[in-house]
């Protein structure tokens, strides 16, 4: 099997975008695992698969497949990349677009200056919706948050959890150079409160309008760049009274702007394709 693709990143964050409208795509777990291989295949955090919508009034459908091959809800960075791809491409003239999600309809919009804003929808903070489950843990109040004790080895980090369409824990640390990312980032993802794993974020608070982050993505470990991690620290960072809307995010592939005012969150960022190309599958089995 033959498969055209483009390359792109979003701050860093890299994904292979496949075209399924103009061709035929339904891969099994193992090729999409050979695919985002950066020895064996073509490397990316993330899979993106364009595909018609069969909703009315939404332009396409959007599929996340992670580097472990698991089909993920939602992906932010991506969804900058997603938009960029069908204009450049030719799939649509529109320079914004609505677009169907597992988590729901999302509206990207290519703007003037090159780069690309996302209505990502509301954030959702009912356990239940994350998925979460507390269980026995404990939760402290603070600002209009509430902040839960997470255990992770011997040490109970306090984590902000809530959902962007996929799940998001965030902590506070003094400086996110030295923080435990790598260590405790899988240990929190696989945590037993979380039924379908989450995504660890570590937000170091520079100012009430610029933070800094690094995110330990499920199914993919850390990346540059993690958009709906983004959007899910200042959010949690607005409650917590440390944040005022709009915030930039440094991350380590580069600067995302994420407004929110209680309402839908909207993140603003860079989206550049690298390469197209071709790459050849062996058949599913």
Partial sequence: MRLKFSKMH????????????????????EQW????????????????LVEPSSRPGVDFRYRIFNADGGEVEQCGN????????????????????????LAGVIEPRLEDDGRVSVDMGPPRFDPAEVPFAPGDLVAEGEGDDCVWLLPVGAHPRRVSVLSMGNPHAVQVVDDVEVAPVTTEGPVIEHHPAFPRRVNAGFMQVVS?????????????????????GACAAVVAGIRRGLLRSPVDVETRGG??????????VRMTGPATQVFEGEIDLADRE
């Avoid at 701050?11 to 777990?29: C, E, K």
């Avoid at 309008?209 to 540059?224: H, I, K, N, P, S």
């Avoid at 600067?255 to 839908?264: D, R, Y």
Wanted: charged share 25%; hydrophobic share 40%.
């Fill in 78 to 101: 991506g969804a900058r990349c997603f938009v960029r791809f069908v204009h450049d491409t030719g799939l649509t003239d529109k320079r914004a677009i609505r677009v169907e999600t």
């Fill in 208 to 228: 009430p309008q610029r933070v800094r982050l690094r995110v330990w993505e499920r199914g993919a470990g850390e990346t540059l760049a993690c958009g709906t």
């Fill in 10 to 29: 979003g701050a860093g964050n890299d994904f292979v975008v496949l075209d399924g409208v103009r061709q035929a795509i339904d891969l099994s777990t």
């Fill in 255 to 264: 600067l995302l702007s994420i407004a929110w005012e209680g309402g839908t």
């Fill in 33 to 48: 695992r050979k695919i985002a291989d950066r020895h064996f295949g073509i490397g990316a955090d993330q899979i993106l």
